[in-house]
């Protein structure tokens, strides 16, 4: 469906025509009209499916309806919430490129930043606010920000979002929100969690699903290296050296630690890199994902909570050097590459103890994944999993130490 079909605007549609979109992605073409409705609505829909869009554009359409001509904000209208820093700053730069034939001002809070310029632009005034849950209360806490007039509500990746532990913190932003009029709920899955949360967020809402969580996208071609887990980076090494070569690529990896080793690695051995995960300042996780989009880098290497939602255009690759436990995760991990009709890869380092999950995964999308045969380290198809056993103390039961002997006080 093109966007002229829907009933939007002349200004918002010269804003959409302005990203150099025509035709709405079928989540799209779901959850724009419930919204222009004024439904609650609960749409699941895997990464780069469109999502931001989907409410963006049908809230800037009500909203630029009621504030007409007015320059200067007189409330805050809409609040989005978003797990993490940069997928709130990627959600405000979305609605501002949406909203640049408008008068509609949006803005962004997050923690890991300064207070100061945040405060300066809440006492500007917005209509739209996109923020983190915990610096959106020490906002509110401060005298910041006023959620009485807030009559939209979002909540963006709400499985990401309980994952992380927001659960405690957006049940109060609900409960200081008291003037709702409206309702939304994007998630990548609906789990258990997540139903239960949208019972007591959402009134009769409209349950939108677009394509099974449980397929890959089929631009995405999929390879799987059966390697012993002590030689993953060799494997890393050769690959980049003969496989993606300048391309780009995003590296997962289960943890922090993980992706600072795979980092060093990579950088130690010539290649642009730079990493992505929780423990790293707000300035730098900003400049390396700048410096990935502007081809500085042509590598990032990450952990599932720092790249979640994050939008890179044309990736190239990506490679679970990890394969996640979850079957779901390694769908929303390929799913960064093979987007908007573009052919990607996904590559699968699978050591011995690793040989379930990939079943999980495979029985979970219904096909396998193709054995690469052409990998300089391959695992003996014998191989068993590694059991690292505790080991016990070499001492005797009950065995004391010279000190402690040395130092009984006798009561006699």
Same mark, same amino acid.
Request: glycine share 8%; proline share 5%.
């Given at each position: 469906m093109l966007f002229t079909?829907?009933?939007?605007?002349?200004?918002?549609?010269? =804003?959409?025509?302005?990203?150099?979109?025509?035709?709405?992605?079928?989540?799209?073409? $779901?959850?724009?009209?419930?919204?222009?409705? /004024? %439904?609650?609505?609960?749409?699941?829909?895997?990464?780069?499916?469109? $999502?931001?869009?989907?409410?963006?554009?049908?809230? !800037?359409?009500?909203?630029?309806?009621?504030?007409g001509d007015e320059t200067k904000p007189k409330e805050l209208s809409v609040l989005i919430i978003s797990p993490t /820093?940069?997928?709130?700053? #990627?959600?405000?730069?979305?609605?501002?490129?949406?909203?640049?034939?408008?008068?509609?001002?949006?803005?962004?809070?997050?923690?890991?930043?300064?207070? #100061?310029?945040?405060? %300066? !632009?809440?006492?500007?005034? !917005?209509?739209?606010?996109?923020?983190?849950?915990?610096? !959106?209360?020490?906002?509110?806490? #401060?005298?910041?920000?006023?959620?009485?007039?807030?009559?939209v509500l979002v909540l963006d990746e709400a499985d990401l979002m309980l994952d992380m532990g927001f659960i405690d913190e957006v049940q109060k932003i609900i409960r200081l929100s008291p003037n709702l009029e409206q309702r939304l709920m994007f998630s990548a899955t609906i789990p258990p969690k997540v139903q239960d949360l949208a019972k007591t967020l959402?009134?009769?809402?409209?349950?939108?699903?677009?394509?099974? %969580?449980?397929?890959?996208?089929?631009?995405?071609?999929?390879?799987?290296?059966?390697?012993?887990?002590p030689d993953k980076i060799e494997l890393l090494l050769f690959v980049m050296r003969n496989v993606i070569r300048e391309r780009s690529v995003l590296i997962f990896r289960r943890t922090k630690f993980g992706v600072e080793k795979a980092l060093e690695s990579l950088t130690r051995n010539g290649f642009k890199a730079d990493a992505l995960h929780g423990d790293k300042a707000q300035s730098d996780r900003t400049t390396a994902l700048n410096r990935f989009k502007n081809k500085e880098v042509n590598i990032l290497v990450a952990t599932d909570l720092a790249a979640r939602g994050l939008d890179i255009d044309l990736l190239d690759f990506v490679i679970n050097f990890d394969i996640p436990s979850q079957p779901e995760t390694y769908v929303h991990r390929i799913g960064r590459t093979g987007r908007a009709g573009n052919v990607g890869a996904s590559l699968s380092f699978c050591s011995a103890d690793e040989k379930t999950y990939v079943k999980f995964i495979e029985t979970l999308m219904g096909e396998k994944i193709p054995v690469e045969e052409n990998n300089p380290y391959p695992l003996d198809k014998d191989a068993k999993p590694v059991v690292?056993?505790? $080991? =016990?103390?070499?001492? &005797?039961?009950?065995?004391?130490?010279?000190?402690? &002997?040395? %130092? &009984?006080?006798?009561?006699?």
């Open positions: 079909e829907l009933p939007l605007s002349q200004p918002i549609l010269d =804003g959409i025509a302005e990203q150099g979109h025509t035709t709405a992605t079928p989540v799209q073409v $779901k959850v724009i009209p419930e919204i222009l409705r /004024r %439904n609650d609505v609960l749409a699941s829909a895997q990464t780069g499916t469109g $999502k931001t869009g989907a409410f963006a554009i049908p809230l !800037l359409q009500l909203l630029n309806k009621k504030i /820093r940069e997928l709130a700053v #990627q959600i405000d730069q979305n609605i501002k490129d949406y909203a640049k034939f408008t008068n509609i001002k949006s803005g962004v809070v997050f923690g890991g930043a300064s207070m #100061q310029p945040q405060i %300066n !632009l809440l006492k500007n005034g !917005l209509h739209i606010l996109v923020a983190t849950p915990g610096r !959106l209360l020490d906002l509110r806490k #401060q005298g910041y920000v006023n959620l009485d007039e807030i009559s959402l009134q009769n809402p409209e349950r939108i699903e677009v394509s099974a %969580n449980s397929s890959a996208a089929k631009e995405v071609v999929q390879n799987l290296y059966l390697v012993p887990k690292h056993k505790k $080991k =016990g103390s070499k001492h &005797k039961p009950g065995r004391k130490g010279s000190g402690s &002997k040395a %130092n &009984k006080k006798r009561w006699y």
